[in-house]
């Protein structure tokens, strides 16, 4: 059974940083797409950032590019997100995701297990 955890949320100024994890419990974690999506009350839940199964190939949403950074360790089977210059904007639950399917995508729809989210929270 493939296990999903999320940490490193919190409680943050603007401006300010935090870097959230996300460790996945699967045998071959280097096989499968990445991505962290986020859902603030009252939204739907949206794409934040993916990345491919090297590494190689990533996504940011317009809102988030050139303050956040995706990344990810497969000697670690684990996630990072790198978050600079929080805005309020960005407060939301942040959840990680794992996608099983044959080519790169950062749709939500698209990803198979989820995790169980942390929650950022910004304030101003």
């Known amino acids: 059974q493939v296990q999903v955890v999320e940490s490193g949320g919190g409680l943050v100024q603007a401006g300010g940083s935090l870097r959230l994890s996300c460790t996945v419990s699967?045998?071959?974690?280097?096989?499968?797409?990445m991505g962290w999506f986020r859902q603030a009350p009252g939204k739907e839940r949206e794409g934040v950032s993916c990345?491919?199964?090297?590494?190689?190939?990533?996504y940011y949403a317009e809102f988030v590019k050139g303050r956040f950074t995706i990344s990810r360790d497969n000697a670690k089977n684990t996630l990072y997100l790198q978050m600079n210059s929080l805005e309020p904007d960005d407060t939301a639950m942040y959840y990680c995701a794992i996608r099983t399917g044959p080519y790169f995508s950062c749709l939500r729809g698209d990803y198979s297990y989820w995790g169980q989210g942390t929650q950022v929270t910004v304030s101003s």
């Open positions: 990345v491919g199964w090297s590494g190689g190939v990533t």
């Open positions: 699967v045998w071959t974690f280097d096989n499968y797409g």
